[in-house]
């Protein structure tokens, strides 16, 4: 069965750093194409990044040079480390695979960020 | 940036009755291999998105006929021949063309 378990969300004060994890069960994260996206409390969806199979990475502009993407096959793993957070960036956030561009199949329970001082 | 744009933003419906939803795009996502790359998903109440439609017009895996996608380029529509109770949420249509990904504000549907 396929899974994904996102961790390590919290509460941080602005300028702060925080590092999401995702496990993956039921398949190899190097097999896909595995996405974070943000969902703010009540409002819609934004896409924040992904990684390609190939290792290739990609960011939204609202996070490019602050968030990074990785992932760790020995793990089974995907992370996103978030520096010099805004107040903006608080959300519930969402990991995510996708299939040779055959839509996001899977997604996680979703971790929750809250960026306050 | 390719912007995506949704129509209604609110959608009540009576059960038994058709529903659609529409899509357009700031730029065309029709890709050179004949496929548009546009997803819709499906958020349940206190849920995480689903997916429902892949490449404009295919149906996820689980996912009932009902559901049914179209159209090419800029404008997509996403169908509903006949609402459920179960279909309330909010509807997300999604651009996998190029990098950024980008979301549709989402259409909220509920059931009269």
């Known amino acids: 069965e396929v899974q994904l378990v996102e961790s390590g969300g919290g509460f941080v004060q602005p300028g702060g750093s925080l590092r999401l994890s995702c496990a993956a069960s039921g398949f190899s994260v190097s097999d896909y194409d595995m996405h974070w996206v943000r969902q703010p409390t009540g409002k819609g969806l934004e896409w924040v990044s992904c990684?390609?199979?190939?290792?290739?990475?990609y960011y939204g502009g609202s996070v490019e040079g602050r968030f990074t993407i990785s992932r760790d096959y020995d793990e089974n793993s995907l992370y996103l480390q978030m520096n010099s957070l805004r107040a903006e960036d608080t959300a519930v956030y969402y990991c995510a695979r996708e299939f040779s561009n055959n839509g996001i199949d899977y997604w996680g329970q979703g971790a929750l960020v809250t960026v306050s001082s | 940036d390719i912007v995506v744009t949704q129509s209604p933003l609110s959608l009540p419906v009576t059960p038994g009755e058709p529903a659609s939803i529409s899509c357009r795009s700031s730029q065309s996502l029709l890709h050179s291999n004949g496929h548009n790359y546009l997803d819709w998903y499906l958020q349940k109440p206190g849920q995480s998105p689903q997916l429902l439609i892949y490449?404009?017009?295919s149906r996820a895996s689980g996912v009932p006929d009902r559901f049914s996608g179209r159209g090419s380029g800029t404008d997509f529509t996403l169908k509903i021949s006949r609402v459920e109770a179960e279909d309330v949420g909010v509807y997300f249509c999604m651009q996998a063309l190029h990098t950024p990904y980008s979301f549709g504000q989402g259409t909220k549907l509920e059931i009269k």
């Open positions: 990684i390609g199979t190939a290792g290739d990475t």
């Open positions: 490449l404009g017009s």
